[in-house]
Nanobody, 119 residues
Framework: QVQLVESGGGLVQPGGSLRLSCAASGASRSRFSINSMGWYRQAPGKQRELVAT???????NYAGSVKGRFTISADNAKNTAYLQMNSLKPEETAVYYC??????????WGQGTQVTVSS
């Protein structure tokens, strides 16, 4: 079983930046392949939505609302994914979740990290 731990959330002013990290642990890396890692977010009263994903080969995908401001990356050697968020907006206040899809399509989720964008 793979465990994911997010970090890097917090309070930031509108227009500010944050960098989220997601570290995977709990299973031997050589025992499974990572199909993709991604970031999702869920604001109060709203459904969880995709923010960005990165495939094992490095292909990235972004929600339209964050293109040009957010960057997803991964360090395969460290089993860690990152989300650099710039020019943050108040409406992007949410709990941000890390996801890993691995092996034969199994999913693992982190516990979430709160991002609050407010002056």
């Amino acid at each position: 079983q793979v465990q994911l731990v997010e970090s890097g959330g917090g309070l930031v002013q509108p227009g500010g930046s944050l960098r989220l990290s997601c570290a995977a642990s709990g299973a031997s890396r050589s025992r499974f392949s990572i199909n993709s890692m991604g970031w999702y977010r869920q604001a109060p009263g709203k459904q969880r939505e995709l923010v960005a994903t990165i495939a094992g080969g490095g292909t990235t995908n972004y929600a339209g609302s964050v293109k040009g401001r957010f960057t997803i990356s991964a360090d395969n050697a460290k089993n860690t994914a990152y989300l650099q968020m710039n020019s943050l907006k108040p409406e992007e206040t949410a709990v941000y979740y890390c996801n890993m899809n691995y092996g034969l399509g199994r999913d693992s989720w982190g516990q979430g990290t709160q991002v609050t964008v407010s002056s």
